[in-house]
């Protein structure tokens, strides 16, 4: 069964930092775009950062400048790096793959970011 598992989450001050992974097994990623998203209750899911299979990145204004999306595909796994963050970024924060060859999207369950002030 394919999935993704993300981790790195928890529980941090404003201003600190954190990474997140995003570990994929028996997907391999790079065939992949991969995202991050992310969800606070009774919203709608957020895009957060976006990589494509060739390196094109694409970040919401919110995102630019403070978090960084990488992959490494010879891990298969995808980063999520959030720096200065702030009580509005708190979320459960989920990676995604999209095939688009396929139109496959894959869904992790995501990792619960806590930002206090």
């Known amino acids: 069964q394919v999935s993704l598992e993300e981790s790195g989450g928890g529980l941090v001050q404003e201003g600190e930092s954190l990474r997140l992974s995003c570990a994929a097994s028996?997907?391999?990623?790079?065939?992949?775009?991969m995202s991050w998203y992310r969800q606070v209750p009774d919203k709608e899911r957020e895009l957060v950062a976006t990589i494509k299979r060739f390196g094109m990145l694409n970040y919401p204004d919110f995102a630019k400048g403070r978090f960084t999306i990488t992959r490494d595909n010879a891990k298969n796994t995808v980063y999520l790096q959030m720096n200065s963050l702030k009580p509005e970024d708190t979320a459960v924060y989920l990676c995604?793959?999209?095939?688009?060859?396929?139109?496959?999207?894959?869904w992790g369950q995501g990792t619960q970011v806590t930002v206090s002030s």
């Open positions: 028996t997907l391999d990623i790079s065939a992949y775009d």
């Open positions: 995604k793959a999209d095939s688009p060859m396929t139109g496959r999207a894959v």
